[in-house]
């Protein structure tokens, strides 16, 4: 016995389809670009850019698990990633001055050097990725979404 599909779930499933090889070819392209010219990988990037919008005072310092809802990754993923840029020299620990068993991470000199060394690649690729996915006919509504949320100048 078979079914009809339902139609709306039917355009759903597309639409997320369609937006999943967007995610995927941005991120792959992204992740060609930073890793030839900054040997920096998306994932590492986007650490290294969470953790350099920090701020002193209230709320500012993120915990481990609020930078790993930040770069949705697991919490182990995240450390085994901070461990990484640690080991790089790209970031700190330290503990939370008022709760001991907090502990933050902050972009070092040498982390936010290359930071702002990585920013043109990052931004030239991803400009680059949704360029080509913009002639996708399946894809283009999607860019022009994605477009639509940068704020005007």
Do not use: K
Not at 81 to 88: A, M, Q
């Amino acid at each position: 016995m078979s079914r009809t599909p339902d139609p709306a779930l039917f355009g759903l499933a597309q639409g997320w389809c369609a937006l999943s090889a967007l995610h995927s070819r941005i991120e792959a392209h992204i992740e060609r670009a930073l890793q030839a010219h900054h040997d920096l990988s998306v994932r590492e990037f986007s650490v290294l850019d969470v953790l350099n919008r920090q701020h002193d005072g209230e709320g500012g310092h993120l915990r481990m698990n609020e930078v790993a809802d930040a770069v949705v990754l697991s919490q182990s993923a995240t450390t085994r990633l901070v461990n990484r840029l640690e080991d790089r020299g790209l970031l700190t620990r330290y503990l939370c001055l008022t709760d001991r068993r907090g502990i933050y991470t902050d972009v070092t000199d040498a982390g936010r050097s290359l930071l702002e060394e990585a920013r043109p690649t990052n931004d030239t690729a991803l400009r680059e990725a949704l360029e080509d996915a913009s002639r996708r006919t399946e894809l283009a509504p999607l860019v022009a979404a994605v477009e639509s949320l940068a704020p005007t100048s």
